[in-house]
């Protein structure tokens, strides 16, 4: 039996919750305005940027001029700002609605521009990386964006995938040149149809968009080395009352396009990049590449990313597969940390692998690059039919690749010959040679492919090549399991585990240089270009112990020792020829015992107990 007393106390904290939660609600409550960018003809205006006045929450029309945006309802007497290069920014008042607004192009627009130093292209290029730590955020930086990714044949209307994705993004200081940043994935929701099995590729690195397109951070292509390429002013517009230059340029047959500069402060307001000659050695048949990167000027006049559109396309099977996505950043904030690594969605993470569930509710309530109409009903289509239990044979193969690392790495392995006598004869050749206690270092290239059949659990196969005449060579079959010993930061791992295989280890002994050729183990070998080498063979096998750090998903770094219990042992010595290729020259192994040769040592003649490897390693998906 429960107590009044409890009972009101019970009633008056529930009550107390919920008004709390409406409350709560109510402070959060957002508004949308939606709607059209025009001009005086009627004609859509792609691109647009669309901000609230004073602050850095905004977002970027579509390619036919739609836009949406939410914002707090607190600030609803705010001032929408609207400007598109080419054309005056207009003001409207923010109010919840559905709205056309039509833009008034600038009234001067020269459309030849001529300039008395035929080199001023090139000095306006140059002057505009000088002036990049002054016109961009110079401190470390929070971005929240929103992205949309499709792929679709040629003229082919109905997607193959659709991927939304809104994500924080850490934008480093543009103090100095940076290639990468980090990214956290907030939400992700997709399409995707049957087709997605026929094709023979995934696409990665979308959701990098903010590093990967920002080519003033990046200080690459035409700001990466400008004597590589050639420079025209084409054009000048008007942007809030200043001039903005429109310089071409080009590199022959590889790529070109346009870059915009701002002329009294020389910032980079937009860059037009097109590439069309590909170094390809996966055989991608990439056709060509497009992209368009646009930066805004916030109230502190510095300069920050703020659309990129990017479009390519591939041959496959005879037609053009083509890939588009869009990237907006809707707000931004000053920031001193950065995103904890694991939370990081990593450079080479495919979106379509990604896992989304759907949440109709928080989609209602983002600020997106608007969609074509039939986008979201696909969306609500894929969750609402049946999944398939199995993906087609592409989609297995992904999968089985995904499971594959690479090893490779630099051995060095410390031996220790005992002292030895050699004697051999036969009727062209005569070989004696003694040698006191020695030690050497030898060194050799590891190599590894392991494939996960449990989480943690590798099996694969290891081999060893030589670098130089001395040296290990080994096939093995490795066995090996790993341990996260730092679950909660950048993981590293400890391995253990056991190489079974087989060795040979040789040392050389020196060139034979007889006056005829000569005979071994039924092989005739030329005079003066044979080596001879002291060999030793053995199977063996090898407990392995391994600390692993993950620098991405798809990187780590390693280092591993191994230590040698042998199972059999052959000595004795290794002829081979040296002016023929790997695959065709002669060798003959000579036992000891074999053709009157004899080697007097002791038991194990080459004692090879240990090896230290330091490589790295690679997944592939």
Not at 106 to 113: A, G, M, Q, S, T
Not at 342 to 351: E, K
Not at 592 to 608: A, F, P, W
């Amino acid at each position: 039996m429960i107590s009044s007393r409890f009972s009101v106390k019970g009633v008056f904290a529930i009550l107390l919750y919920i008004f709390s939660f409406i409350f709560f609600q109510i402070g959060l409550s957002q508004s949308a305005i939606t709607g059209k960018i025009v001009d005086k003809h009627k004609v859509t205006v792609p691109f647009a940027h669309l901000n609230v006045e004073n602050t850095t929450r905004g977002t970027v029309s579509n390619a036919q001029g739609e836009f949406k945006l939410l914002y707090d309802s607190s600030i609803e007497k705010n001032v929408l700002v609207i400007s598109a290069l080419g054309y005056m920014t207009k003001k409207i008042p923010l109010r919840e609605g559905h709205f056309t607004i039509s833009l008034v192009r600038n009234p001067i627009e020269l459309k030849e521009v001529t300039v008395y130093n035929k080199d001023y292209a090139k000095e306006l290029i140059q002057l505009a990386i000088q002036a990049i730590p002054d016109n961009y955020p110079g401190v470390m930086e929070r971005h929240e964006g929103f992205l949309r990714e499709l792929a679709n044949w040629e003229h082919d209307e109905n997607p193959i995938y659709v991927v939304e994705a809104t994500m924080e993004s850490i934008k480093k200081p543009y103090v100095k040149s940076y290639r990468s940043g980090a990214v956290k994935l907030l939400e992700l929701r997709k399409y995707k149809t049957l087709q997605m099995d026929s094709l023979l590729m995934r696409f990665r690195a979308g959701s990098h968009h903010i590093h990967r397109f920002d080519v003033v951070a990046r200080r690459e292509a035409v700001l990466g080395n400008p004597n590589s390429f050639t420079y025209k002013i084409r054009d000048t517009v008007l942007q809030e009352g200043k001039n903005v230059y429109k310089i071409y340029f080009e590199k022959k047959n590889t790529s070109s396009g346009y870059i915009y500069i701002q002329d009294s402060s020389f910032a980079i307001v937009k860059i037009e990049l097109h590439k069309y000659k590909f170094f390809d050695p996966f055989g991608h048949n990439r056709q060509y590449l497009r992209y368009t990167v646009n930066y805004e000027q916030h109230k502190d006049k510095r300069w920050r990313f703020k659309h990129s559109h990017y479009e390519t396309g591939f041959k496959q099977k005879g037609r053009l597969l083509v890939l588009t996505s869009d990237y907006i950043s809707t707000e931004v904030e000053p920031n001193k940390t950065d995103i904890p690594y694991l939370q990081r969605f990593d450079f080479n993470d495919v979106l379509t692998e990604s896992a989304s569930p759907y949440r109709p509710d928080f989609w209602e309530n983002q600020t997106i690059f608007m969609p074509n109409k039939e986008v979201e009903s696909l969306f609500r289509l894929s969750y609402t039919q049946p999944k398939r239990k199995d993906g087609g044979p592409y989609q297995k193969l992904f999968g089985i690749l995904s499971k594959v690392r690479y090893d490779l790495s630099l051995k060095w392995a410390p031996i220790r010959l005992q002292p030895y006598s050699i004697d051999y004869s036969n009727i062209e050749v005569e070989i004696q040679k003694n040698e006191l206690l020695s030690t050497k270092n030898l060194w050799s290239v590891t190599s590894s492919l392991l494939y996960e059949i449990m989480p943690g659990l590798f099996l694969g196969y290891a081999n060893d090549s030589r670098i130089g005449r001395s040296g290990i060579t080994s096939h093995d079959l490795r066995l090996l399991k790993e341990f996260s010993v730092n679950p909660k930061g950048r993981p590293i791992f400890l391995g253990v585990g056991v190489n079974l295989g087989h060795q040979d280890l040789r040392t050389f002994l020196g060139n034979y240089d007889g006056d005829a050729s000569f005979e071994v183990g039924g092989k005739e070998f030329d005079s003066g270009d044979t080596d001879i080498f002291l060999n030793q063979r053995s199977f063996r096998w090898q407990p392995h112990f391994l600390v692993r750090l993950e620098l991405t998903k798809r990187m780590s770094v390693f280092l591993a020792a191994e230590y040698n219990l042998r199972m059999s042992n052959r000595i004795g010595l290794l002829f081979q020829e040296r002016k023929e290729s790997i695959f065709t020259r002669k060798k003959v192994f000579l036992e000891d015992g074999h053709e009157n040769l004899s080697i007097d040592s002791q038991d194990r003649l080459i004692n090879d107990s240990f090896s230290i490897n330091c490589g790295l390693s690679f997944r592939f998906f």
